[in-house]
């Protein structure tokens, strides 16, 4: 059972590339969020999702995109990546509280610079 | 938008003392977790609170829900070195199918050789 994994661990971008990063989780939990860490303000939400096909935009949606295709995956896309986004990226899921208790289980992070 | 607001910021403390913080809220929550992140990881939860004067402990780690449904605490008692990280309150109001979780901007636990 690995959890949430998030791909990459690192990664160095110029300004005006795209990427994405990615979170796949294998726990079969419907709700996934994106979150970015940045010195002295914590864990911000950038998007979530509810479940396949469903996504919403968190405290800080701007310069990203998301979507959830399977239960499993929910990539995050930088359409064009600016230094403001030079973050650590958190991917979490969690249970719905449908299914159960809702702790929120995180990935190890990506760390991203752009230069 | 929901706000948490946690204190303190950062704290230097001898190892073997008491650890206290807490996390404040205007917005009621259905939810209190409180989460530990290590240097280079993501965080970790480290006790889940469901109900309102809920206290539960885990180890050496005490936290509880508050009766107004608007504040929590974390109590760490004989702190060690392994303490050192950062600690998140975060609250969820599970509205629906809305069950976003909103996290403090974290207190920074400094143990001092």
């Known amino acids: 059972n690995a959890g949430v994994t998030q791909t990459p661990k690192f990664q160095v971008l110029k300004t005006g590339q795209s990427m994405t990063l990615q979170c796949a989780q294998d726990m079969n939990h419907e709700y996934m969020s994106w979150y970015r860490q940045d010195p002295g303000m914590g864990l911000r939400l950038i998007h979530y999702?509810?479940?396949?096909?469903?996504?919403d935009q968190g405290e800080v949606p701007n310069g990203y995109n998301v979507s959830r295709s399977t239960t499993e995956d929910f990539p995050l896309r930088l359409l064009s990546a600016a230094p403001s986004q030079t973050s650590v990226y958190f991917c979490?899921?969690?249970?719905?509280?449908?299914?159960?208790?809702?702790?929120?289980?995180f990935g190890q992070g990506t760390r991203l610079t752009v230069v | 938008g929901q706000q948490l607001n946690q204190s303190p910021q950062s704290m230097f403390i001898q190892e073997g003392e008491d650890v206290s913080m807490n996390c404040t809220s205007s917005?009621?929550?259905?939810?209190w977790l409180w989460y530990k992140q290590d240097p280079g990881e993501g965080p970790v939860l480290l006790i889940a609170?469901?109900?309102?004067?809920e206290l539960t402990s885990n180890g050496r780690l005490t936290a509880q829900f508050g009766i107004t449904r608007k504040d929590s605490f974390l109590n760490i008692s004989a702190s060690i070195p392994s303490d050192v990280g950062i600690y998140f309150c975060?609250?969820?109001?599970?509205?629906?199918?809305?069950?976003?979780?909103?996290f403090g901007k974290g207190t920074r636990l400094h143990i001092l050789p």
């Open positions: 999702s509810v479940g396949a096909g469903i996504t």
């Open positions: 975060a609250g969820q109001l599970k509205a629906n199918r809305d069950d976003k979780i909103i």
């Open positions: 917005s009621i929550f259905n939810t």
């Open positions: 979490a899921s969690n249970l719905s509280g449908e299914q159960g208790n809702t702790e929120a289980f």
């Open positions: 609170l469901y109900k309102a004067g």
